[in-house]
């Protein structure tokens, strides 16, 4: 698998555009009004320094990639009435955005991404959906692979036109990073509980956590076993009172972090646009039609990484 990893040249870019992308690949959500967004772009593995371009259509957006071969592609989560100046904004996405090498615990050794973490981040994906769908009925959720990580995309118009202040909120609700008030008779949400456990029992006693010493980190992965029954009374009865609201209140700072705060609440935000190549990993970001099946290295690897030699 490391060979997919390794960055896009100039040359695989070109074939990709001009051999394998397909405007038939485009998520409705992205086609439709499509000329009401602002489209970016990165030419040279810099950052996307080429903004505020629209597209009339589908057909304009594919003469324009396979002429560019650009490094990255992206779009905006904004709708406007004049994206090429970026006025008259009428709604955004609520976006959420995971990337897989910046989880702050994951089970793996790697350097930037692999099947682990990747597995991990979907795992992710799969109850932030859930919480999202269950808790607070939001629909029209839609989630793109990224080539590192996943965004989860929401067009759903009751929450399209709210501001970052209730944006925040939700995030810190979905991530479970509501402190509980109450640590020791547990008298916390659910998402807060199902969230914190899943984290705790990734851990491998490597992580460097703010506010959890050595020690504490030791114990908490000693005693995490009766978290599997959500014994959480006795879990935190083996830590003490004191350590287990530190390790907690921690926790509610370590579950917000696995997501990009700053994506979600800016209203403005330009996302990896579907269909395109991560050149970085070398991997297409994709729609995931089905969260139970997906599997990236069958429905993400581009045809030119698999003509590679080895070196």
């Not at 970026?86 to 991404?113: G, H, L, Q, Y």
Request: hydrophobic letters at 35%; proline letters at 4%.
């Amino acid at each position: 698998m490391k060979i997919i990893f390794k960055a896009a040249t100039r040359k695989e870019r070109r074939q990709f555009y001009r051999e394998e992308w397909s405007e038939k690949d485009l998520p409705e959500f992205i086609t439709k009004d499509l000329w009401q967004r602002e489209f970016g772009f990165d030419h040279d593995g810099t950052g996307p320094n080429d903004r505020y371009k629209t597209f009339k259509n589908t057909t304009s957006l594919k003469r324009f990639l396979k002429v560019k071969a650009p490094f990255a592609g992206y779009i905006s989560v904004a709708f406007y009435n004049n994206p090429r100046r970026r006025e008259d904004w009428e709604k955004s996405e609520f976006v959420f955005d995971v990337d897989a090498k910046d989880m702050p615990i994951r089970t793996c050794n790697c350097d930037s991404v692999c099947e682990i973490c990747l597995n991990e981040a979907l795992d992710l994906i799969k109850d932030m959906v859930d919480t999202l769908k269950g808790d607070l009925g939001l629909k029209n959720i839609y989630i793109i692979y990224s080539g590192r990580g996943y965004h989860i995309r929401i067009l759903d118009e009751r929450i399209m036109e709210s501001d970052s202040n209730l944006r925040g909120e939700l995030v810190k609700y979905v991530t479970g990073a509501d402190i509980p008030k109450n640590l020791i008779n547990l008298g916390y949400t659910k998402v807060f509980n199902t969230r914190t456990k899943r984290n705790i029992n990734l851990l491998t006693g490597k992580e460097q956590i703010e506010g959890i010493t050595p020690k504490l980190l030791k114990d908490a992965i000693k005693y995490k076993n009766l978290l599997d029954n959500n014994q959480w009374g006795l879990f935190q009865e083996r830590l003490g009172p004191i350590r287990s609201k530190k390790l907690l209140n921690s926790f509610g700072r370590v579950n917000l972090s696995f997501v990009d705060g700053k994506v979600s609440i800016d209203l403005k935000r330009i996302l990896r646009l579907p269909t395109t190549l991560h050149s970085k990993v070398s991997m297409k970001s994709v729609e995931v039609k089905n969260l139970e099946t997906f599997d990236p290295f069958k429905y993400a690897v581009p045809k030119f990484v698999f003509e590679r030699k080895e070196p």
